[in-house]
């Protein structure tokens, strides 16, 4: 009797820690979105990049947030805007209230803070 109260003492305190890092969706008229899309076009990376070739830059975010650290992050996706495709530049995960931005790795996708990756740009 004692595990099983422990169990569910352990699985209650579980299900909690979960809820709080539980990502609320924001509705279609709340700026978080633009919010998160301009913190990502105002990194300088992103500013050159967009120098370095003559096609439209497109910013695409997600409403669905993820979690990600123990915080909810917007993805923004950033695209040359070609005449025959998107081609794709970076994805970024944006959390617009601690202005975190995290960055996945085009090649293994993995998620990299945004000093680890601007650290292997050097």
Known sequence: MRYVLGFLLLFGTACALAADLACQVPTPTSPVLAQAERLVQQLPETANWSRS?????????????????GQCFLAVAVYANRPERYESWNLFYVNVESK??????PASGDVVTLKAWRNTKR
Not at 53 to 69: D, E, K, N, T, W
Not at 100 to 105: D, M, R, S, W
């Open 100 to 105: 975190t931005i995290l960055v996945a790795e």
């Open 53 to 69: 070739h003559a096609f439209p830059v497109a910013y695409i975010g997600s409403f669905q947030p993820v979690s990600r650290l």
